[in-house]
């Protein structure tokens, strides 16, 4: 079965920054679009934002662009999310995972295998 694990999650002031990680098991998934997704308490699970098989193309939701990196280690077989300057409306559980349509419809498509999530508090 299909793994990925994130960590990196916690509690950060207003300004403050993150680094979430994306650790993924199978050699398949290498082959695979990783995108990172959000839920606050209440409210619909968003996109934030995917990057490409090769590490070379990102997407980013409007909202973190400018803010947010997304980079993939092949070697470590590991995605990170760089969070910087996070606001409190950046909080929620964050979720990777792995889906096997184009980055160019990224978030939309299928994403057939999920993390358990990490919880991003950012408050003063």
């Known amino acids: 079965q299909l793994q990925l694990v994130e960590s990196g999650g916690g509690l950060v002031q207003p300004g403050g920054s993150l680094r979430l990680s994306c650790a993924y098991s199978?050699?398949?998934?290498?082959?695979?679009?990783i995108g990172w997704f959000r839920q606050a308490p209440g409210k619909e699970r968003e996109g934030v934002s995917c990057i490409s098989s090769s590490g070379n193309t990102a997407t980013f939701e409007d909202s973190v662009k400018g803010r947010f990196t997304i980079s993939r280690d092949s070697a470590k077989n590991t995605v990170y999310l760089q969070m910087n300057n996070l606001k409190p409306e950046d909080t929620g559980v964050y979720y990777c995972?792995?889906?096997?349509?184009?980055?160019?419809?990224?978030?939309?498509?299928?994403?057939?295998?999920w993390g358990q999530g990490t919880q991003v508090t950012v408050s003063s």
């Open positions: 199978a050699r398949t998934l290498e082959e695979r679009v």
């Open positions: 995972a792995a889906g096997l349509s184009p980055i160019s419809v990224c978030p939309n498509g299928s994403f057939g295998s």
